[in-house]
């Protein structure tokens, strides 16, 4: 090509070519199959030659167990079938399937080398998640005072100060926010406050449930088997797109949290509105590939790239998008702690795996560390975290901030602060990288007091006295957020084993993924 690029082409007939302008070439009479392929070094021209008689017509993934991705691809042809595995898949790669790793013969990408993989079928193995309602480790004996004094201010406020927001994205951070003192109370041995989160909850939550909330609430869409709000079914731009496909698992995350709390406090409560709480699941979570099904499957979920794109139906020139992992990971998590409440083994398994991965997706794609080669050397040397990730390209600034507001780039791939977000940020070397790249920019004008918090909170991970000065003197809090949740957080840091947060040695799932 005058690109200076070389092809191959492979033809299973006979075939003549002939260059009928500059940019088309023409086969007259040709019946067949056709293959091309990108020749980036002669030395993998021998290895496109040995496989080029099979090739994919279909792959079916599947996730039958728990922490397990199965692709099985099906095939034409003859001889073994060579695929392209990126870097994730590599990592998960289980050594008890029959593949072959082929370890030079690579192509770059802007997800990394995608590197060849030979075998009809892949196991995905990811070690296991435990959707734990409270911290991993306990608050300190120390800090349980002041974490309890912050609680009972914090939930004696929720009297006086109702939602006024009809934003599905903002309420369920409202509600979710709230949800957060019950389990926190629990932690901390003060249920005499969870009876007023209860009514708080059930006051706000139940009208989105029932119908009966005035200005929003939502309905099922048949054409793309979903739900949307009542104002995005009026205004594709309301509710950030709603109405649009965009954002689901980010909004009904918290609302999702907000009603396994409930369910969990008040068992009634949950067992009646049991069927809205599985509609939302069923929203994004579906797994059914009937033919008619309600719900689409696993609408936000890709099931190849392992994480979640938060676009919905509207077309953008670099493809699909998603800027807040841990709000992807916060629905999932949210989805497994609602079967936790219901006692559904299968909503806790699905929704810890999914959990699971789209963590792992995070620290690969989200996540830049110093001296990493998955991107070019410019791009990694000036960010610590990606702000909007497409499928074909890496933005460094967000939908609503510039690149220079790093303590948002940190923020929105931190939000909500959960028991799960220990899991989400394991290693302590690159959450000191986080920080320290993030720090300078808290000294700009303006910078929003909410967002601070989020960088305290990952200092907390390895300078827990400095981040707790910093962060009692803090003057608010994001929407989603508390000082309740942030010193519950801080109080329940430790000190961590080889600069590694161990979060999968206490998973009760672990027998079950051998």
Not at 27 to 42: C, H, K
Not at 280 to 299: C, E, I, N, P, Q
Not at 428 to 433: D, G, L, N, R
Request: aromatic content about 12%; charged content about 20%.
């Amino acid at each position: 090509m005058n690109s200076g690029q070389t092809f191959l082409l492979y033809a299973s007939a006979p075939i003549r070519l002939a260059q009928s302008s500059v940019t088309q070439l023409s086969a007259p009479g040709f019946s067949g199959v056709i293959r091309v392929a990108y020749l980036p070094d002669p030395s993998m021209e021998a290895v496109l030659d040995q496989y080029s008689r099979c090739f994919p017509t279909a792959g079916e993934a599947s996730l039958n167990r728990p922490f397990c991705v199965e692709y099985t691809w099906r095939k034409q042809g003859w001889g073994d079938l060579l695929m392209l595995a990126h870097p994730l898949h590599l990592r998960l790669l289980s050594e008890d399937c029959c593949v072959r790793v082929l370890d030079d013969f690579r192509y770059r990408s802007i997800d990394g080398d995608m590197v060849g993989v030979v075998g009809d079928s892949w196991v995905l193995r990811t070690d296991p998640v435990s959707p734990t309602w409270h911290s991993m480790r306990g608050i300190s004996d120390d800090g349980v005072g002041e974490v309890a004094a912050a609680l009972r201010k914090d939930v004696d406020a929720l009297a006086s100060s109702p939602i006024t927001t009809t934003s599905s994205y903002f309420y369920g951070k409202a509600i979710a926010r709230a949800a957060r003192f019950a389990v926190i109370a629990e932690e901390v041995g003060c249920p005499d406050v969870i009876p007023a989160v209860q009514r708080f909850l059930k006051a706000t939550v139940t009208p989105w449930l029932d119908g009966s909330f005035q200005g929003n609430g939502f309905l099922y869409e048949p054409k793309w088997g979903g739900l949307v709000t009542l104002q995005g079914s009026k205004d594709t731009g309301a509710d950030f797109g709603f109405g649009i496909y965009n954002d689901h698992h980010y909004h009904l995350g918290y609302f999702l949290y907000a009603i396994a709390v409930l369910a969990k406090i008040d068992p009634s409560w949950g067992r009646k509105y049991m069927p809205q709480a599985y509609s939302m699941v069923a929203d994004f979570m579906t797994l059914s590939r009937k033919h008619g099904a309600s719900y689409t499957r696993l609408r936000m979920f890709d099931l190849w790239k392992l994480h979640s794109w938060a676009g919905g139906l509207t077309e953008f020139a670099d493809g699909r998008n998603q800027e807040s992992t841990s709000e992807a990971v916060n629905a999932y998590y949210s989805a497994a702690l609602l079967g936790l409440s219901y006692g559904d083994t299968h909503l806790v398994s699905i929704g810890a795996t999914l959990t699971a991965l789209e963590m792992l997706a995070a620290q690969t794609w989200w996540h830049v560390r110093e001296g990493d080669t998955i991107y070019e050397d410019d791009f990694t040397g000036n960010n610590r975290v990606v702000g909007v990730l497409w499928a074909n390209k890496r933005d460094s600034g967000l939908w609503f901030a510039p690149p220079e507001w790093k303590e948002c780039r940190l923020g929105i791939q931190l939000l909500p602060v959960l028991p799960i977000s220990e899991a989400l940020f394991p290693d302590i070397s690159f959450v000191k990288e986080l920080v320290d790249w993030t720090m300078p920019a808290l000294s700009r004008e303006g910078v929003g007091e909410g967002w601070k918090g989020f960088v305290y909170a990952l200092e907390g991970i390895y300078n827990k006295e400095s981040a707790l000065q910093k962060t009692r003197a803090l003057t608010g809090h994001d929407d989603g957020n508390s000082l309740t949740n942030l010193l519950w957080w801080l109080h329940s840091r430790g000190t961590a084993d080889d600069g590694v947060v161990g979060f999968s040695r206490c998973c009760w799932y672990r027998q079950y993924c051998h």
